[in-house]
C-alpha cells in the first residue's frame, strides 16, 4: 500500500520562483567507462522538501555527493541563488549532509559531538554554547546533552546528527538514506518527526531514499531517478495518479500496464475496450489496482465491465491484494478493502479516466 503525504497534498508545496534556492543545470558524471548522472536539470526551492527517489545504481547519492562538493561533476553547473556553486570547495557551501550511518564520535558527549564543527570553525564559546543548546532543542534531546552515543538509541543518534548538521545553520540539508539503518516502526515515527522539523526549521531538505512509501510520505515534490535520468519531477500525488512513464507507474506503487491499440477513440486490450482522447496506433496505459472495483450489479454505463475469476490473493491488513484473470487470460491486480467477498468469478469495473497513458522508459523509446 502506498502513503501519501496528506499535509503537502492538501497545502501547496513551496513554489519554484525565477531564482530558486539551488538549481542544477544539465550536470553529468561518469566513473571510467559508466556514465551515472546524464544531463541532470533539477530546481529546489527555499523551505522545499524534495526526494531524490531512485533504486540501487540510479545516481542518487552520486548527485547528493556533487551538490555537498565530496565529488565533481563531469560537466554542467550548480547554482545557489546568484551564486556558483559548483566552483566552492564543500567548506565554503551553506550545505550539510546527514549521512546513512552517522559517523558520531562515541567518546564525545551529544553536546560535544553538535558543537564539534563550531569548535573547528573556532567560533567564540558564548556563540557556540547558544547554537548547540538551540540545535538540541530543534530536535528534542537537550535531555541527553551529557550522554556518549552509544548510550542512547539508533533514533536518538539519528537526531544527534540532524542537531549537527542543523548547528551550522545551512541553507540547504542533504540527507543521504538516514532512516535506512532504523527499524520499522523507529522509522516510520522519525519520518513525521523529520518532516514536522523541516516544516519547523523552514530549510529546504533535499532527501535521498530508494524507498517509494517513505518519499510519498515525507516530500512536497519526488524527482525519480532511473540509471542517470530523471523519469519525472512531480508532487507524490501527482507521480502517483498520473505517471509519466512505465517505469514511474510500476515503481510508485503497484500497477497493471495494459497495452492496447487505439482506433477510432477506443482503445483496446484483448477483450478490454474504453473510450480514449488519442491518435490511432499502439498505447500503453497504467491502471491502478485500487481503480478496479466489483460491480453491484449491473455496471454503470460510464464504466467498463467486465468478468474475471480470483486466482491468487495476499492479505495487506486493511487490504487484499487479488489477481484476476480474465476470460481471455489477461491478467490483471486488484486491491480491495479486507473481509470483502472476493472469491470465485467476479463482474468488476473501472472507469475509462482510471487507465492513464504512459510513455515507454526513457530506455525503452531510445532503444537501450
Known amino acids: 500500500m502506498v502513503l501519501i503525504n496528506t499535509e503537502s497534498a492538501s497545502s501547496s508545496p513551496p513554489k519554484l520562483g525565477t531564482q530558486p534556492l539551488l538549481s542544477i543545470r544539465n550536470v553529468a558524471k561518469s566513473f571510467g567507462r559508466n556514465p551515472v548522472l546524464r544531463d541532470i536539470s533539477l530546481q529546489v526551492a527555499e523551505g522545499e522538501f524534495l526526494t531524490v527517489l531512485g533504486e540501487s545504481g540510479s545516481g542518487k547519492t552520486t548527485l ?14 550548480i547554482w545557489m541563488e546568484a551564486q556558483r556553486l559548483d566552483a566552492l570547495p564543500p567548506y565554503h557551501r551553506r550545505v550539510n549532509t546527514v549521512f546513512q550511518y552517522y559517523a558520531l564520535f562515541p567518546h564525545l558527549t551529544v553536546e560535544e559531538n553538535v558543537g564539534y564543527g563550531l ?49 551550522n545553520r545551512p541553507r540547504l540539508l542533504l540527507l543521504d538514506e538516514p532512516l535506512s539503518a532504523l527499524d520499522a516502526n523507529l522509522r516510520r515515527q522519525m519520518q513525521v518527526e523529520l518532516k514536522s522539523l523541516q516544516r519547523e526549521v523552514g530549510i529546504a531538505f533535499v532527501f535521498v531514499t530508494h524507498d517509494q512509501e517513505e518519499a510519498m510520505v515525507m ?48 482503445a483496446r486490450c484483448k477483450s478490454l475496450s474504453w473510450p480514449v482522447k488519442l491518435p490511432d496506433g499502439v498505447a500503453l496505459f497504467s491502471l491502478r489496482p485500487e481503480n478496479i472495483r466489483v460491480a453491484a450489479g449491473n455496471t454503470d454505463s460510464d464504466r467498463i465491465g467486465f468478468r474475471g475469476k480470483v486466482i491468487w490473493q495476499a492479505f495487506h491488513g486493511a487490504t487484499e491484494l487479488l489477481q484476476i484473470e ?35 522508459s526513457q530506455e525503452a523509446e531510445k532503444g537501450l
Open 219 to 266: 516530500s512536497d515534490r519526488i524527482a525519480l531517478l532511473r540509471r542517470g535520468e530523471l523519469e519525472q519531477v512531480a508532487s507524490p500525488r501527482e507521480i502517483y495518479s498520473h505517471p509519466a512513464t512505465a517505469y514511474a507507474a510500476q515503481f510508485i506503487g503497484h500497477t497493471n500496464l495494459l497495452t492496447a491499440e487505439v482506433s477510432r477513440g477506443i
Open 64 to 77: 547528493l555527493r556533487i551538490i555537498a562538493g565530496f565529488e565533481t561533476a563531469d560537466s554542467g553547473e
Open 119 to 167: 569548535k573547528v570553525a573556532k567560533l567564540p564559546k558564548e556563540q557556540s554554547v547558544s547554537r548547540v543548546e538551540q540545535a538540541l532543542a530543534m530536535v528534542k534531546m537537550t535531555a541527553y546533552a551529557e550522554f556518549k552515543p552509544g548510550k542512547i538509541s539508533g533514533g536518538q543518534q539519528q537526531r544527534v546528527a540532524l542537531a549537527r548538521a542543523l548547528v
Open 326 to 360: 480474465c476470460i481471455d487470460g489477461l491478467l490483471l491486480s486488484m486491491r480491495t478493502a479486507s473481509g470483502q467477498n472476493s472469491r470465485g468469478n467476479l463482474l468488476l469495473e473501472f472507469s475509462p479516466e482510471d487507465a492513464i497513458p504512459v510513455r515507454k
